[in-house]
C-alpha cells in the first residue's frame, strides 16, 4: 500500500517519454575506417529520417556554391574528399577541419559542418609552389653548369691549352705575274679534283704563249673560223666556256681562269695537262 503523500508514476507515462526520445534524436555510433570516417545511425527509424532530412541540406550547400558541407549518414572524411576533389584527400579536409571533427578523423556526426576549401584556391597555391620549385630547380642547374664549366676550364688551363682559339689562317696571297697566276690557278684546281703540276703547267705556258697572258692566234684555223685561240694556254672561247671552273673569272684573258679551264679540258682529254707535250 503506498505511502501518503507519494504517487506512482504511471508505466504508460515512463514509455511514451521513450518513445519520444527515440523518436527525435540521433545516436551516432562511431564505425572505424580505413582512411574516414562512418557516422553510423542507432536504428532504421532513425537513419530514414535523419537522411532525407541532412541529405537536403548537402545538396543545398553544393547548390549554392558554399564552401560549407553538412555531413549526412554514410559520410565518410575520404569520401566528402573525393566527392569535392580536396587536394590532399581527407587528410587535407581533417587538417582544414580538425577543430570542428576534433582528435579522431574517425568519428563524424551528421549535421556537422565542415568547411571545403575552394579547389581552385588550392590548385593556385599548388600551381605557384610549383613554379617556385621549378624556378629554383632551374637556379640550381644553372649554377651547377658554371660549375662545371669554371672546372672544365680550370682543367684545360692546367694542362697548358691556350686558353683562345687560334686565329683563323689570312687568305693566301699570290704575286700578279706569271709564277702567281700558276700557283692560285694550282689551288683551284685542287679544291675541285683537277691535276696537274707547277711544271708541267709552265712547260705548256711557254710553248703556246711565251707567258703573255693577252697572246691570241689570228692565223690558225681557228682564227680563219672566227674563233682564235687565247691567253696564256691558247684556249678558243667555245673550250673555255665548256670548261669554265666556277669561281673564276668568265673572261678568256683572265690568266687564272685561262689557266684553270684549259688544265681542266687537258684532264678530260689527256688526263691531266702534264701529258701534254705540244699542241692540244
Not at 154 to 169: F, K
Not at 206 to 233: F, V
Request: aromatic fraction near 6%; proline fraction near 5%.
Amino acid at each position: 500500500m503506498p505511502e501518503n503523500g507519494k504517487h506512482r508514476r504511471s508505466m504508460t507515462s515512463s514509455l511514451t517519454r521513450g518513445i519520444i526520445v527515440v523518436t527525435t534524436g540521433a545516436l551516432a555510433l562511431p564505425v572505424i575506417g580505413a582512411t574516414g570516417a562512418f557516422a553510423a545511425p542507432a536504428t532504421a527509424t532513425v537513419e530514414k529520417a535523419a537522411s532525407t532530412s541532412v541529405t537536403g541540406k548537402g545538396i543545398a550547400a553544393q547548390k549554392s556554391g558554399s564552401t560549407t558541407y553538412s555531413v549526412i549518414l554514410g559520410d565518410t572524411l575520404a569520401k566528402i574528399a573525393r566527392e569535392h576533389s580536396v587536394n590532399g584527400g581527407w587528410k587535407a579536409l581533417y587538417e582544414d577541419n580538425r577543430k570542428a571533427v576534433g582528435g579522431n578523423p574517425d568519428l563524424i556526426h551528421p549535421g556537422l559542418k565542415l568547411a571545403i576549401v575552394a579547389k581552385a584556391e588550392k590548385k593556385s597555391a599548388d600551381t605557384s609552389e610549383k613554379k617556385a620549385d621549378k624556378a629554383a630547380d632551374r637556379a640550381e642547374q644553372s649554377a651547377d653548369r658554371a660549375d662545371r664549366s669554371e672546372r672544365t676550364s680550370t682543367s684545360v688551363a692546367a694542362q697548358g691549352a691556350p686558353a683562345e682559339a687560334a686565329p683563323a689562317a689570312a687568305p693566301a696571297a699570290y704575286t700578279n705575274d706569271l709564277d702567281g697566276w700558276i700557283k692560285e690557278s694550282l689551288a683551284i684546281m685542287a679544291e675541285h679534283g683537277i691535276p696537274g703540276s707547277y711544271e708541267g703547267i709552265h712547260r705548256n705556258i711557254m710553248r703556246e704563249s711565251s707567258g703573255n697572258p693577252q697572246a691570241i692566234n689570228n692565223w690558225d684555223s681557228n682564227a680563219a673560223a672566227g674563233i682564235p685561240s687565247k691567253g696564256l694556254l691558247q684556249v678558243i672561247d667555245p673550250t673555255f666556256e665548256a670548261y669554265h671552273v666556277p669561281g673564276t673569272s668568265t673572261d678568256s684573258y683572265d690568266p687564272v681562269a685561262n689557266i684553270t679551264a684549259a688544265c681542266n679540258y687537258a684532264a678530260d682529254r689527256y688526263g691531266s695537262i702534264d701529258n701534254v707535250f705540244g699542241a692540244y
